[in-house]
């Protein structure tokens, strides 16, 4: 690899090859390096395709460099500019309406705990008026 070649730099490349996880770029007659297809441009890449071709000359930017294994890491999303988010017409978080707090009635059923209920279905089980015959 070429000593030149230093993370965070931007070069002028050619694509050589292009595959479904990204695309081989020549950066001079010794050195090629990988943009994946993540760093292919902002936003989703479905087919690199769509964007590139053999042959074309891209700018990219140096993300990484192993030289021990001799992979360079290329983005050329990295050299553009982010585009700007459309401002829609933001919307307003809903708000929900507060349940209501309705006294406990007399008889009515509410939330209570299994310790709570235990001792109110005993006095039910020995009252003559709820007892089926």
Do not use: C
């Not at 349940?99 to 406990?104: F, M, S, Y």
């Amino acid at each position: 690899m070429t000593e030149k070649i230093e993370t965070g730099s931007i070069l002028t490349g050619k694509v050589t090859g292009i595959q479904p996880y990204g695309a081989f770029v020549a950066l001079d007659e010794n050195t090629q390096g990988l943009v994946h297809i993540s760093e292919i441009t902002h936003g989703y890449v479905k087919d690199i395709n769509e964007h590139l071709k053999v042959g074309d000359e891209v700018q990219v930017k140096v993300l990484s460099v192993d030289e021990g294994a001799g992979k360079i890491g290329l983005s050329i999303r990295a050299t553009e500019e982010a585009p700007v988010q459309q401002v829609t017409k933001a919307k307003k978080p809903r708000k929900r309406q507060a349940a209501a707090i309705i006294p406990e009635a007399e008889g009515q059923q509410g939330f209570n705990t299994l310790k709570d209920k235990l001792q109110e279905w005993i006095d039910q089980s020995q009252r003559e008026d709820l007892i089926k015959k």
